[in-house]
């Protein structure tokens, strides 16, 4: 059984770093084909793709929050991190992670078949 | 890379059958077959409902069904049940092995 779950801070002031951590089971990174991605989704908005990393420590960014984001994973743990710097209130989101299936042989992000159940991250002072 | 652009809401009654477009450019729809569509009901994490254009994951009732034409990619929901109302995104595979989704569209069931 797959399942994942975000874990952070419910809320941060404007400025500061945002951490998240997807702990994740029923599956491992080190397998071909699989990657983390996270994902974001304000209030009443759409959803909006951030990044992903994959077993060969890959890593993808959105264009436009490249120079904020940071992930990084941990095999051993099972464990994906994302860092956003510089946090604004419009920023505010639930922030998903969710396991991404390659193109078979390529990175090509194919489809997200599992997904946390999401963080919310509110940005205030 | 810009949203994908779906309609913002569609409605139908039980029993009837609705579609969802999802336009995007010759850059991503239009070039791949790697389009899927998520249904989220509130509060809830989004389900994936259709990969590579027109696959369903086991599990996914045979009533969702999606193809693609061009830069536009359709989802048709079919005897249209109570329990298919929520929020139905589009995805693509935007190049550069990034992801672009769609605005979502609000399906109400009458």
């Known amino acids: 059984q797959v399942t994942l779950r975000e874990s952070g801070p419910a809320l941060v002031k404007p400025t500061e770093t945002l951490t998240l951590t997807c702990a994740f089971s029923?599956?491992?990174?080190?397998?071909?084909?699989?990657?983390v991605s996270w994902i974001r989704q304000p209030p009443g908005k759409a959803l909006e793709w951030l990044a992903l990393?994959?077993?060969?420590?890959?890593?993808y960014y959105t264009t436009s929050l490249k120079t904020r984001l940071t992930i990084s994973k941990d095999t051993s743990k099972n464990q994906v991190v994302l860092t956003m710097t510089n946090m604004d209130p419009v920023d505010t989101a639930t922030y998903f992670c969710a396991r991404t299936v390659y193109v078979w042989g390529t990175s090509r992000p194919n489809y997200f078949d599992h997904w946390g159940q999401g963080a919310l991250v509110t940005v205030s002072s | 890379q810009s949203a994908l652009t779906q309609p913002a809401s569609v409605s139908g009654s039980p029993g009837q059958s609705i579609t969802i477009s999802c336009t995007g450019t010759?850059?991503?729809?239009?070039?791949?077959?790697?389009v899927s569509w998520f249904q989220q009901h509130p509060g809830k994490a989004p389900k994936l409902m259709i990969y590579?254009?027109?696959k369903r994951p086991s599990g996914v009732s045979n009533r969702f069904s999606a193809f693609k034409s061009g830069n536009t990619a359709t989802l048709t929901i079919s005897g249209l049940q109570a329990e298919d109302e929520a929020d139905y995104y589009c995805c693509s595979y935007g190049g550069y092995s990034s992801v672009i989704f769609g605005g979502g569209t609000k399906l109400t069931v009458l």
């Open positions: 590579e254009v027109d």
């Open positions: 010759s850059s991503d729809v239009g070039s791949y077959i790697l």
């Open positions: 990393i994959d077993r060969d420590d890959d890593k």
């Open positions: 029923g599956f491992s990174l080190s397998t071909s084909g699989l990657c």
